[in-house]
């Protein structure tokens, strides 16, 4: 209903519009029916009241679901946030993120498409947090927030529904404390709209403010967190408020387990005003490949706050960012790109602004090109014109369709980035270019770093190695001497590493040597107390080494991506470089040294300093940079004070590939195409020089694909199978109506020195085609036996193929209200029909020739008025198996006895060239006296069979009537002289 009004029409001259609240309707209808009483008379035209009650308020905005992630104790210059599950188009978005750090500005920025609220916190707080929000599109992956410098950072991703999405933030205050308290008041916003939702959060200066508590009237905890529990660490809590009425949200209290700073906020979020985000029906289907230029396109959008009408936008484009739309189209105006036209497939003959929430088609008259991928989504705005806001909502999620000239039955088919992001990648990412590859996993710090120091060219100390994947551990080295020095070797207990770079000042005199050495996991020795043996050599002047060992997971096994080493023999500036360029994540290690002692290192670029040694004569630093960005070109070490004979030394590493990693598509439903019997094939493209792909087929049992199929059903499924097994039969998943509905394709990759690449995959569908053979006419009886060929009594039996004919007249063809069984049957051609997959209807037609009938209609069902119908066999059920009675149908294919019109799904497989038969109890309920009837079988959709044997139709010409009368001794029928054969 698109108003109340839409359905009331009176008469008058001119056509009026009234828009009356739900309160005045009462009101409305006296003074309608006064001022009609009150004319006598009054011209025939029409008046056309139209109002709008608000039926339906909007709500205030809920969170439905969150992730939080904590980076832990180690300092970082990022946080990589996993998004929460259920993610929907036209949902708000926001992410939370807070640290310890202690620096003035501002510490946070994040990825495009993100739009900070603010932030709060300074070096009095010691402690920073913020806030970022966007609309979901439904394709959601882990989102990265940067920090301007390295410390200890925790983070929300969150999802809000019925929130404004065109502006949904109504006030907000972002600020800190002065001073260390256990009690953090945050102070209150004033929103100045109704229904919003109210946010406070905190970050806390040290891992120990856990755990915490709120206070304040309304104020309910959501989540709190730790990145590591140390005073020297971070953690934090966030919360909500329901405003019903706009004003003051008052203070959240929030209390810590200890006393020290904090930053934190309150904002308010904004009710929904405009639509929903439209619903896409399955036509056309997510990730389709078809063969139709231009499909329909069919989606059902609400309104929230109101019953206003809706105005549709849709667009279609090859361009994911929908640059440049093939279709452009608003049911309030003309396309401004491509033409098509809008309809209501609910009520025939609303139109544009639609009623909300039917379900309304877009036709296209503009085709696509064959060969390309094209993307489409809707957007509803309420039409202001009936109350609305006139403003649009959320686009819908994006679906895709592949248009391949020829491609009949539809296909699902993945081949894009966009597509394949539809899935669920686990350790696994797109690649940018149209496929998916394992994602690099974290680098992360372990174990107790130690150092050795030694008057001589030589020198050993401990260290504990710590259990882990993807291990290495690093011994950095500072050597000076007054001669020659080396280092011949590095055991890490007993087991030789390897040098990673190396440099020093000067071939005489003192010289100063830095060097990098690894050993990566394999390599390693057991876990537990290890020791680290450097081996010098040279001649020995008033020598000085120093070594210092570190452990880290997470890191590729193989050697650096990239090192660089700097040498300055004397008088050199107080900063020295290394020249380096590390790819993004990767870690860079660095050690540096100097022929005097100083003050002090300090490292630039945001490196963390883990060692700063002040030798006899020398000094000696050990630095790391995490998580690098990608754009670092130097890294350096200033020397304070008085430098001479520096040396630096870099390398650094990538993280290690998640391996393994998958990738599960989404839901492909059986229903998606209709008119077919079984699932048909699955195919797959991989790119596997370094690494390995299987695939794997799962169904859904209660949540979407949570069972891999057995290999009893799918033989070789659960190691999966390689891309030489490519298209891999699926036709065996049935009972596809109650088991194998709903499947998905899981890919597992896994590395071998690099990532393999899923580069496609698709699902393909097939129908059994069938062809009506042979049939018998039989005497009804209580019983799925039957015994008794028609005609009942005495008289020859009909035989199989023989039509029911007036001649001879011991035929007994059938009057109005006689009943009859028919038995008939079909067999399977093409793929094999599995048990529950298809049903089939019993159709007739007046004809002679069945071969050339065109008017086919549907046996009627039980107590119907059709002139054919079935009828009720006492003592047999609606749908009972069938027993052969056709002496060409297939034991152990049988159908059923069938009441029902359609009839249940087959009951036994049909295998390829077998014959199923069918029986059929049908009565004559009116058919037209002397008249010929064909009966067929067709699939319960409607579709006709492959085939019809000419001589296999059911074919019974009814008794004459009493119009048909004789004359001079002959029968006359239809004017025609037959010749005397009975006498009634």
């Avoid at 549709?312 to 608003?330: K, M, R």
């Avoid at 209709?674 to 790119?687: A, L, N, R």
């Avoid at 899923?758 to 209580?782: C, G, I, K, R």
């Amino acid at each position: 209903m698109k108003t109340l009004a839409k359905s009331i029409l009176i008469r008058k001259e001119t056509i009026i519009k009234l828009f009356l609240p739900t309160v005045r309707i009462l009101a409305f209808f006296t003074i309608f029916s006064l001022f009609f009483v009150g004319i006598p008379a009054f011209k025939v035209n029409t008046l056309k009241f139209t109002f709008n009650p608000r039926l339906a308020y909007a709500a205030i905005p809920v969170v439905e679901g969150f992730q939080a992630t904590s980076g832990g104790a180690d300092d970082m210059g990022r946080l990589t946030l996993a998004p929460p599950s259920g993610i929907t188009a036209g949902e708000l978005l926001i992410i939370i993120v807070g640290s310890d750090d202690a620096e003035a500005g501002d510490e946070f920025s994040i990825a495009s498409g993100w739009t900070q609220i603010d932030e709060g916190g300074n070096a009095t707080a010691q402690a920073h947090i913020a806030a970022f929000w966007r609309v979901a599109t439904g394709t959601e992956g882990k989102v990265t927030v940067n920090a301007a410098t390295f410390d200890d950072m925790f983070g929300w991703y969150i999802r809000v529904s019925g929130a404004n999405i065109n502006s949904p933030i109504n006030v907000y205050n972002f600020t800190q404390s002065s001073t260390d308290t256990t009690s953090h008041a945050i102070p209150q916003v004033t929103t100045t709209e109704n229904d919003t939702l109210v946010f406070y959060g905190l970050s806390f200066d040290g891992g120990d403010g856990y755990p915490f508590s709120v206070a304040g009237t309304g104020w309910g905890e959501r989540g709190e967190q730790t990145a590591g529990t140390g005073a020297e660490n971070a953690s934090g809590t966030w919360g909500t408020r329901d405003m019903a009425t706009a004003g003051g949200t008052g203070s959240a209290t929030v209390t810590c387990a200890v006393s020290d700073g904090a930053a934190y906020f309150q904002f308010a979020v904004r009710e929904m005003t405009s639509p929903d985000a439209p619903t896409l029906h399955d036509t056309p289907f997510d990730n389709i490949r078809t063969g139709d230029s231009a499909p329909i396109y069919e989606f059902t959008a609400s309104d929230p706050d109101g019953s206003a009408d809706i105005i549709y936008q849709i667009q279609v484009d090859d361009d994911y960012a929908f640059g440049s739309p093939l279709i452009n189209c608003e049911s309030d105006t003309s396309c401004v790109a491509g033409s098509g036209t809008f309809s209501n497939t609910v009520s025939g003959g609303d139109t544009n602004p639609f009623n909300e929430g039917e379900r309304i088609r877009f036709t296209p008259a503009t085709s696509m090109t064959t060969g390309n991928t094209y993307y489409w989504r809707v957007r509803a705005e309420d039409d202001s014109g009936t109350g609305g806001s006139g403003t649009y909502g959320a686009y819908s999620a994006v679906q895709s369709i592949r248009y391949v000239s020829g491609t009949d039955p539809d296909e699902w088919y993945q081949s894009t980035d966009e597509q394949l992001n539809t899935g669920t990648l686990t350790n696994s990412e797109t690649s940018g270019a149209d496929s998916v590859e394992l994602s690099l996993g974290t680098i992360a710090k372990v174990g107790t770093d130690t150092n050795g120091t030694a008057g001589a060219l030589s020198v050993s100390f401990s260290h504990t190695l710590e259990a882990g994947t993807n291990r290495l551990v690093v011994v950095y080295i500072g050597v000076e001497n007054g001669n020659t020095a080396d280092v011949t070797g590095v055991t890490y207990g007993g087991v030789a590493m390897t040098e990673g770079e190396t440099a020093i000042t000067g071939t005489s005199g003192f010289r100063y040597l830095s060097e990098i050495w690894y050993i990566l996991d394999a390599d390693m020795p057991s876990t537990g107390s290890q020791t680290v043996a450097i081996t010098g050599t040279g001649t020995a002047s008033e020598p000085e080494i120093n070594g210092f060992a570190a452990e880290y997971t997470g890191v590729y096994q193989g050697p650096p991506e990239t090192t660089d080493e700097t040498a300055e023999a004397s008088s050199p500036d107080d900063t020295i470089e290394n020249t380096i360029s590390p790819s993004e994540h990767s870690w860079v290690f660095s050690t540096a040294g100097c022929g005097n002692t100083g003050t002090s290192w300090a490292q630039g670029q945001n490196q963390d300093e883990l060692y700063d040694f002040k030798d006899t004569s020398s000094l000696f630093c050990v630095a790391e940079l995490r998580y690098a960005t990608g754009t670092e070109t130097t890294l350096s070490s200033t020397f304070t004070s008085g430098a001479n004979r520096m040396t630096r030394v870099s390398a650094s590493w990538q993280p290690a590939l998640a391996s393994p990693a998958t990738v599960m598509s989404p839901e492909i439903d059986f229903d998606f195409v209709s008119g077919q019997d079984v699932w048909d094939e699955i195919s797959f493209s991989t790119t596997e020089s370094a690494g390995d792909v299987k695939l794997s087929v799962y169904y859904t049992v209660s949540t979407p694909c949570d069972t891999i199929v057995p290999d009893g059903i799918l033989a070789g499924n659960s190691s999966g199978f390689d891309v030489a097994a490519s298209p891999i039969d699926i036709s065996d998943l049935y009972p596809v109506s109650t088991t194998y509905n709903n499947i998905c394709l899981k890919a597992t990759l896994t590395d071998s020195s690099g990532t393999p690449y899923l580069e496609d995959w698709a699902v393909t569908w097939t129908a059994t085609s069938y062809t009506q053979n042979d049939f018998e006419f039989f005497v009804p009886e209580s019983s799925v036996t039957l015994t008794n060929p028609w005609p009942p009594g005495i008289g020859g039996d009909l035989s199989e193929n023989e039509v029911l004919t007036q001649l001879p007249a011991s035929n007994m063809t059938l009057k109005p209200h006689d009943q009859i069984r028919v038995q008939m049957n079909i067999t399977a051609g093409t793929i094999y029909l599995n048990p529950g997959a298809r049903t089939f209807k019993l159709q007739y037609d007046t004809a002679e020739d069945c071969t050339t009938a065109t008017g086919w209609t549907d046996v009627g069902t039980k107590g119907s008025g059709e002139i054919w119908r079935l009828y009720d066999e006492t003592g047999i059920g609606d749908t009972t198996p069938q027993v052969n009675d056709v002496s060409t149908s297939t034991s152990s294919a049988e159908g059923f006895y069938s009441e029902i019109n359609p009839t249940g799904a087959n009951p036994n497989d049909i295998q390829v060239t077998e014959t199923s038969e069918w029986d059929w109890p049908i009565e004559n309920n009116g058919a037209i006296d002397n008249t010929t009837y064909c009966f067929r079988m067709i699939r319960g959709d409607g579709t006709v069979f492959a085939a019809y044997n000419a001589d296999g139709y059911p074919k019974i010409t009814t008794a004459p009537g009493t119009s048909d009368i004789m004359r001079h001794g002959n029968f006359f029928q239809d004017s025609t002289e037959r010749g005397l054969f009975w006498v009634n």
